[in-house]
């Protein structure tokens, strides 16, 4: 049985119908009241599972305190041999990518890498439309007649059985470097570098939630290392891999992994060197986005990232390796205009196909697991869409295009919810002889699936994950760290939060709670957000906004019914720095009446 945590400041339920409850302990500073012993940074930290004596680790999170050594992950010694001899005989090897970011960046990352110990390998990235998710054997043994010896999978490859072991047959070695789930039977490679292979070590196994970019990255780790031992740089500089980390905050960012221990590492160091701006392909992607400034950890998910995906998901395939491994600006330029108009091409089709899907969604009230499908919707669209529709609805969500090969099958994406393994029970539906293929990690799976089994399935992840996300869903709050005055909502404040950074999915952004407030002024911008000014008893006012939330029960509250009564407004605190003058504003995500 499951309970539902207490809520906090006197509040009952809020107007998105949820409880709010401290992540850590009472950080009241509206009223005076609170247990707030350490500094706010220190207090953040252990909200978030630090535990007290490893705080200064966390404060200032370097890859000198959290990098493994890469010797600890099963087969990646034998990787980095392997590597190492193709570099030292000039062996033909390609690099076979993932058409998502972290492909993209995992590919691009290893291209660097042999460039600066004097080897260029080429590359291949599959066509989402064309080929689908993941090696195929034609592509591989095609390759190897092209010359390619060695292949290295990057972010694909965990579940390819068929196609490596036609690439094995073909007298083709492959270095698998991925990190989405394994099976208990692993194919044949070479060398597979997975930290969630079912053998990996205790440390490897720790590392989990590692993008396949991090995987990469410790590759690399492990290369130079081997060609050290072997004396390669005697007379050669070693590369400079910390250059290499802006690709790998963009790729672990993007594929929305965890930013606990090594990853908030890995992005920390990576947002700086990519505020250096040396990779020409990251400077025009930053242009592009049309920012003037260096990039946040949020800008790395909201701006760079979709233009990298909109090549693979709309585009072409190839675009986002192309660009951040070219070393010409003009050619940077033009790549990363074309991007942009591809995700501007994206942002139309995704608004069509969630439109058709949300209107499945009452009819599936019951379901515990939205499983929604469509004849004509773009599959490079349906990841985004079921993350849409995940969040409106709090409950994991798969987006199948019905119709998209060639064969009649559908291919389908899928989001979860925390406390649900959905990549988990894709991979035990598969095994089930439910889909033609499937996989994923925790929070993120896809599906190839005959359309005649859609109901089946439904039916089957209901019974097994049934309990499972009513458990989830009963146990979610609203956490709040803080909960401030309106004074106290400025910009010195969310600079110090800010400093516990960067946050994302597993270390997520303070969330603070402002009240009590009258809205002064509410009203509608762009097709549905929600913009107000509240004013708050001690006489200070700000500026909020609710995204995306016009005709939800927040929006329609704050729009009709809420401008006679006192409210307590919770979100992101963010800092307006388009004015002269930086505001501090509030992005909100609930509210709750005072009285």
Avoid at 51 to 70: C, N, Q, W, Y
Avoid at 181 to 209: I, Q
Avoid at 389 to 407: F, H, Q, S, W
Wanted: glycine share 12%; aromatic share 4%.
């Amino acid at each position: 049985m499951t309970s539902t945590p207490p809520s906090i400041l006197g509040l009952g339920r809020s107007l998105a119908g949820k409880t709010w409850a401290w992540r850590g302990g009472n950080m009241d500073l509206a009223t005076g009241e609170t247990s707030l012993d350490h500094d706010l940074v220190t207090q953040l930290l252990l909200a978030r599972g630090v535990p007290p004596h490893d705080v200064e680790r966390h404060r200032t999170p370097s890859l000198r305190a959290f990098l493994p050594d890469p010797s600890e992950f099963r087969d990646m010694d034998t990787a980095a041999e392997r590597l190492a001899q193709a570099v030292l005989t000039g062996e033909r090897l390609t690099i076979y990518g993932d058409y998502d970011v972290d492909g993209a960046t995992s590919a691009a990352l290893l291209i660097r890498l042999l460039r600066a110990l004097g080897h260029e390998a080429g590359y291949y990235i599959p066509d989402r439309l064309l080929e689908g998710y993941g090696p195929s054997g034609e592509a591989l043994v095609r390759l190897g007649e092209q010359g390619s010896s060695l292949i290295v999978t990057v972010d694909c490859g965990a579940m390819a059985h068929q196609a490596l072991d036609m690439a094995h047959a073909a007298g083709i070695d492959v270095i698998v470097v991925d990190h989405h789930k394994c099976s208990a039977e692993l194919p044949r490679a070479a060398a597979l570098v997975n930290p969630n292979r079912l053998d990996e070590s205790d440390v490897g196994a720790a590392h989990g939630h590692l993008a396949a970019v991090g995987v990469a990255f410790l590759l690399a780790v492990a290369t130079v290392r081997t060609l050290r031992a072997r004396g390669f740089f005697a007379g050669r500089p070693e590369p400079d891999l910390f250059a290499l980390l802006d690709l790998v905050a963009l790729g672990t960012v993007a594929d929305v992994a965890a930013l606990h221990g090594l990853n908030r590492a890995l992005v920390a160091q990576g947002l700086k060197v990519m505020a250096r701006r040396d990779n020409v392909g990251m400077a025009a992607l930053i242009d592009a986005s049309r920012l003037n400034r260096a990039p946040s950890c949020s800008d790395l998910g909201f701006a760079l990232g979709p233009r990298i995906n909109a090549g693979g998901r709309v585009g072409e395939s190839t675009l986002g390796v192309r660009l951040l491994t070219t070393e010409d600006p003009d050619e940077a330029r033009a790549i990363a205009a074309q991007l942009s108009a591809l995700n501007e091409e994206r942002r139309a089709i995704e608004a069509a196909v969630q439109e058709a899907a949300e209107a499945q969604i009452d009819a599936q009230h019951n379901r515990a697991v939205l499983t929604l499908a469509g004849r004509g919707w773009h599959p490079g669209v349906i990841g985004i869409v079921a993350g849409r529709i995940k969040e409106k609805t709090g409950k994991p969500a798969l987006v199948i295009a019905l119709d998209a090969d060639e064969a009649g099958h559908g291919k389908g994406s899928g989001r979860s919810i925390p406390g649900v393994d959905l990549g988990a029970e894709i991979i035990a539906a598969r095994e089930h002889g439910l889909l033609v293929a499937g996989g994923g990690h925790a929070m993120a799976a896809g599906l190839t699936i005959d359309p005649g089994k859609l109901e089946a399935l439904a039916d089957w992840l209901d019974a097994r994950l049934g309990d499972r996300v009513a458990a989830a869903m009963a146990s979610q709050a609203l956490l709040l760290d803080l909960a401030l005055a309106p004074g106290g909502l400025v910009p010195p404040l969310i600079e110090a939060m800010d400093s516990a950074g960067p946050f994302g999915m597993g270390w997520p952004g303070p969330r603070v709670a402002v009240g009590p407030v009258r809205l002064v002024k509410v009203d509608v911008v762009g097709s549905d957000h929600v913009r107000l000014i509240a004013r708050g008893d001690d006489g200070a006012s700000f500026k909020g906004i609710a995204f995306r939330a016009a005709e939800s029960d927040l929006g329609q509250a704050l729009l009709h019914g809420s401008r006679d009564r006192r409210l307590w407004l919770a979100g992101r605190a963010k800092i307006d720095d388009w004015s002269s003058r930086p505001q501090a504003e509030l992005h909100v995500e609930d509210a709750a009446f005072a009285d």
